[in-house]
């Protein structure tokens, strides 16, 4: 599996109590080291909008995915610098599972490229800075889906 | 007015004699209570319920709120009904106890007439009733029970613990509780509670690999029916409480868990599967609409005393949904009768736990002095007379919470302030002394620094919108379910159906608007960021009691609401 990811959510990687993914991936060998990695694509993962960053991916249409992908994301974030999100798909031949955050700097999170015969699942944490959709796109027999869930990002207290 | 139990027998039997008139001419015609606690033995599985009983060990004054607005779809349902809209809809009579109990109206003379209301001696009294005619009867605690008085504040709520524990609580959730920390919970429930009660929660897992935190159910037995019990604890303790106090531990509302836990439960011979639910009733709602295979979701955190449970239809059947109140005001019974290894009928009673109608079980008053007398002299210190009527429950804001504002402001030399809106906090009737438990009842809380910030007019308007989304987004997954910070100084206009960032309106400090870009010194208490807890600040019961000493006697005013925008005609205010 490669594995692209921007800055954004690598720092919230670093700084989050999350370190745990990637070191599971690096113990058994799934991630690569930088010369394998995919191609880097930097006109999408710098795009401030969702459809700049769809358009540099080649995603402009996708299909309505509710039905087939199934994401989860908690509905208020419990700390907006790493909230877990899983994305699955029951699809043939999940190829590539993208995630977006909408209202992020940079609204391209991360890129995940699934080699043939791998379960379309993957879990990740992005952050995010305010309340916003988590979008996510699957590519599936060389056909794109799309789903997207609101997360919120709140001040918190107040409560009870 | 104190009466005692034969005195108030005597009230109503005069009252359904004739009618018992007031001053104002209105009747208490009791309406039967005298029969209210004969409740009829049904089916072979029964459920007693308490939540948010907020650690009120005392029977106490609670008033219901006067305001409890619905948007969207929850406009005008339960539990966004108040006052006579409430009774009407459940078919309660006006004017009876019930009424008194489930509704505001005329409150002080109803409080005078039928006294106090809960105090665990006397619902001892009355589980013991209700499980005389259901031997083997459950009794569920929803949680919110550890917390709100400043005797389980200090006690790291061991109080609430052996009250719960003599009283046969058999499984529980939890929210507040975890205002006590991580390890306190952990150590409770492999101490104290181990093997007597058990703690399930399904929705909290640890951050690091999600790991299960307690037991995401049980299975128990009763006239040979397995009858499995999921806990839900509060999905947002948190965010909508201090993150430090549980930093290994993740909550959420975890739907697609609860689906699978529900299935298991099933699988494992569960005949009759029910949640017990720390979510809210708006929440509890949308949750039972969603999943299937639950017969009940008995509900609380919201502090809905709803007569009749809410049927709601999903694509496994039907769910029931109920939300039993606060202060330990009402017991909830609901009782299935189980056949061919399914729910085939039920009923259910929310039964108001009237002080003056059960007499006090002796061992859990006994239990109770003896966890009061170390307090005794600090709690029961007088620090003025209210000539008013001081309660908390409401929307935007109550008598008690605008004395709160009204402290800061002097205290701090602000011209802002701003106090959470919790929904627990008892009543206090026009003449009360106000002693150093009093305020505690408003206040008793882990993290009581009060504060003072310099804060911009956009950074206002940021909070307020903030919360106000977490009460009128109509979405409730999306929901809090506190009530809207009270704020004091601050004039503004709330439309609860407008978008997020456009509710608030019209922001004006001594009727000039609210520049964005000045600065304003705001006052307030119980912060949720590290940063504030290690900065300390005092707490906000010693500022309150020092306005007290100092004000002897509190004239009661208007509490300072907003003016509301878009909800005219709302059955949700009075």
């Known amino acids: 599996m490669n594995m692209e990811t921007n800055l954004e959510r690598r720092k919230a990687l670093k700084t989050g109590a999350s370190f745990g993914l990637l070191a599971v991936l690096g113990a058994f060998g799934l991630l690569k080291s930088g010369a394998a990695m995919a191609e880097w694509n930097k006109a999408a993962f710098s795009s401030k909008t969702m459809e700049d960053a769809l358009s540099a991916m080649g995603m402009s249409s996708p299909e309505d995915g509710a039905a087939s992908i199934q994401l989860t994301v908690p509905e208020i974030a419990e700390n907006g610098a790493v909230v877990p999100v899983t994305v699955a798909s029951t699809l043939p031949n999940v190829e590539q599972i993208s995630i977006f955050v909408d209202k992020n700097p940079n609204v391209m999170a991360a890129n995940f490229v699934l080699p043939a015969g791998t379960e379309g699942m993957v879990t990740t944490r992005v952050k995010m800075g305010k309340t916003a959709n988590i979008v996510a796109v699957v590519k599936a027999d060389g056909k794109y889906y799309r789903t997207a869930k609101e997360v919120k990002v709140t001040a918190g207290g107040c409560g009870g | ?574």
């Open chain 2, 1 to 574: 007015m104190d009466m005692n139990r034969r005195e108030f027998l005597q009230l109503l039997a005069i009252a359904s004699a004739g009618g018992f008139l007031l001053k104002n001419g209105e009747s208490y015609a009791a309406g039967g209570a005298t029969h209210l606690y004969d409740l009829p033995k049904f089916g072979n599985v029964s459920l007693l319920h308490i939540t948010d009983t907020h650690a009120q060990l005392n029977p106490i004054f609670f008033r219901e709120p006067e305001i409890n607005l619905g948007v969207g779809a929850m406009s005008g349902k339960p539990p966004h009904l108040v006052g006579n809209a409430l009774l009407k809809h459940f078919g309660v009579k006006p004017g009876t106890a019930e009424a008194y109990a489930y509704s505001s109206l005329n409150y002080v003379e109803a409080a005078q007439t039928f006294g106090k209301v809960g105090g665990f001696a006397h619902l001892a009294t009355l589980v013991k009733q209700i499980r005389a005619s259901r031997p083997g009867a459950l009794l569920l605690d929803g949680g919110d029970t550890w917390q709100g008085t400043g005797q389980a504040m200090w006690a790291n709520g061991q109080d609430m613990i052996d009250a719960c524990l003599e009283l046969g609580v058999d499984v529980m959730t939890m929210h507040w509780e975890c205002t006590y920390g991580a390890e306190r919970i952990k150590q409770a429930e492999e101490g104290a509670l181990q093997g007597k009660m058990d703690v399930v929660a399904q929705n909290v897992k640890t951050t690091d690999f999600g790991d299960p935190v307690f037991k995401p159910y049980v299975i128990k037995e009763m006239n040979g029916v397995l009858v499995a019990i999921i806990g839900q604890a509060f999905p947002y303790s948190t965010i909508a409480n201090p993150r430090y106090f549980v930093p290994e531990w993740s909550y959420g509302i975890q739907e697609e868990n609860l689906q699978l836990v529900i299935d298991e439960a099933r699988k494992k011979g569960a005949q009759v599967v029910v949640l017990l639910s720390h979510n809210g009733m708006d929440v509890d709602l949308k949750v039972a609409s969603r999943v299937n295979g639950l017969d009940a979701i008995l509900g609380g955190h919201t502090h809905d005393g709803i007569p009749a449970p809410i049927a709601v239809k999903n694509s496994g059947g039907t769910t029931l949904v109920t939300n039993a109140g606060s202060n330990g005001k009402f017991l909830g019974v609901l009782d299935f009768e189980v056949k061919a290894g399914k729910v085939a009928d039920f009923r259910y009673k929310l039964l108001p736990v009237f002080s003056n109608l059960l007499a006090a079980d002796k061992s859990m008053s006994a239990l109770m002095q003896k966890h009061r007398a170390p307090y005794e002299s600090k709690l029961s210190e007088k620090l003025a007379t209210t000539d008013g009527l001081l309660y908390r429950r409401g929307n935007f804001n109550g008598s008690f919470d605008q004395l709160i504002l009204d402290a800061l402001m002097k205290e701090k030399d602000a011209p802002i302030a701003f106090s959470p809106g919790f929904r627990w906090g008892t009543s206090l009737l026009p003449g009360s002394a106000i002693t150093m438990e009093d305020v505690l009842n408003q206040t008793a809380i882990t993290y009581p620094y009060t504060t003072l910030t310099e804060m911009s007019g956009a950074q206002i308007k940021t909070i307020l919108e903030d919360v106000c989304d977490n009460l009128f987004n109509p979405d409730p997954y999306y929901q809090q379910g506190g009530d809207m910070v009270r704020v004091g100084g601050l004039e503004y206009t709330c439309e609860p159906n407008a978008k997020m960032g456009g509710r608030i309106q019209d922001m004006r400090l001594d009727g000039k608007l609210l520049d964005a870009g000045k600065t304003y010194k705001v006052a307030g208490w119980a912060p949720v960021s590290e940063a504030a807890r290690d900065k300390g600040g005092e707490p906000i019961w010693d500022l309150v009691a020092r306005h007290l000493r100092a004000e002897k006697v509190v004239k009661v005013t208007t509490p300072n609401v907003p003016k509301l925008k878009g909800v005219a005609g709302n059955p949700g205010m009075v």
